[in-house]
C-alpha cells in the first residue's frame, strides 16, 4: 500500500465533518428542550402579604420625614438668603458702574467741548499765519 492509496477522499472527509456537526446539534438541540422542560416543573409563586405597621415604627417613619422636611425648610431659607444677600451685592454694583458711567459722561463732555474750541482754534492758524506774513511784508 502506497502513501497515495493510504489518503483518504476530500469528498469523505467532508462528509463526516457535516454528519459529526449535525450530531452536535441535534444533541444540544434535545439538551436544551430537556432543561426547558425540567424548569417548567418548577412552580414560581409570588404572594404579597399585608402586614401593618405597629405604632413605634409609624412614629419612627413620621419623625424621620419631619425631620427631613425641616432640614430641607432650613436649606431653602438659607439658599434665599444667601439670594438676598447677592442680589443686594449686585444692586450696589450696578450703583457703582452708574456712578461711574456717569461721571465719565461728564468727563467727555468737558473734554469733547474742550477739544471743539482747540479745533476751532486750530482752523484759524493757516489765516492768523498768512495775516502776519503779510503784515510783516513777507508775502
Keep these: 500500500m502506497t502513501l497515495a492509496q493510504a489518503t483518504p477522499d476530500a469528498h469523505a472527509f467532508s462528509q463526516f465533518w ?44 413620621i419623625d424621620g420625614i419631619e425631620s427631613r422636611f425641616k432640614r430641607v425648610e432650613e436649606k431653602r431659607e438659607e439658599d434665599l438668603r444667601l439670594s ?17 458711567v456717569s461721571a465719565l459722561t461728564a468727563t467727555t463732555a468737558s473734554q469733547t467741548a474742550h477739544l471743539q474750541r482747540l479745533d476751532t482754534k486750530i482752523d484759524d492758524v493757516p ?11 513777507a508775502i
Excluded: Y
Excluded at 457535516?18 to 424548569?39: G, Y
Excluded at 489765516?127 to 511784508?137: F, M, P, Q, W, Y
Design 84 to 100: 438676598a444677600q447677592s442680589r443686594k451685592l449686585v444692586h450696589q454694583d450696578i450703583e457703582r458702574i452708574g456712578r461711574e
Design 18 to 61: 457535516i454528519i459529526l456537526a449535525f450530531l452536535a446539534s441535534v444533541a444540544s438541540n434535545a439538551i436544551t428542550a430537556v432543561v426547558m422542560i425540567s424548569n417548567r416543573k418548577q412552580k414560581r409563586e409570588i404572594s404579597f402579604g399585608f402586614e401593618p405597621a405597629n405604632r413605634a415604627e409609624c412614629k419612627q417613619h
Design 127 to 137: 489765516e492768523r499765519v498768512i495775516a502776519t506774513l503779510k503784515n510783516t511784508g
